[in-house]
């Protein structure tokens, strides 16, 4: 099995920054990818970011190119997202995600590529 555990969440003003911390101990996987999600109050989780063992290739969500940032260190078995910018539209549970094995870069995306998640951190930008 594999634990997760995210920190950094918090709340923090529109224009605010954070950054959220996830901690993988137990069975992890260090060649694994690694995603973060979230999901706000009356709607579906959706992607924000993902990162490949190497950090060679990272992936982002449209609503957050260019203010997020996705980074790893495999050494702390560790996976980081700086949210600059915030909006209050980023308000939301920020989940960190972790497959079983493999994972090909075309499913980085797909919730449904991940198989061990941990307990969120809660995020609140306020206007």
């Known amino acids: 099995q594999v634990q997760l555990v995210e920190s950094g969440g918090g709340w923090v003003q529109a224009g605010g920054s954070l950054r959220l911390s996830c901690v993988a101990s137990?069975?992890?996987?260090?060649?694994?990818?690694m995603g973060w999600f979230r999901q706000a109050p009356g709607k579906e989780r959706e992607f924000v970011a993902a990162?490949?063992?190497?950090?060679?290739?990272?992936r982002y969500a449209d609503a957050v190119r260019g203010r997020f940032t996705i980074s790893r260190d495999n050494a702390k078995n560790s996976v980081y997202l700086q949210m600059n910018s915030l909006k209050p539209e980023d308000t939301a549970v920020y989940y960190c995600?972790?497959?079983?094995?493999?994972?090909?870069?075309?499913?980085?995306?797909?919730?449904?590529?991940?198989?061990?998640w941990g307990q969120g951190t809660q995020v609140t930008v306020s206007s």
């Open positions: 990162i490949t063992w190497s950090g060679g290739v990272t």
């Open positions: 995600a972790q497959p079983l094995g493999l994972m090909a870069v075309m499913n980085m995306k797909s919730e449904k590529s991940y198989d061990y």
């Open positions: 137990g069975r992890t996987n260090s060649s694994a990818t």
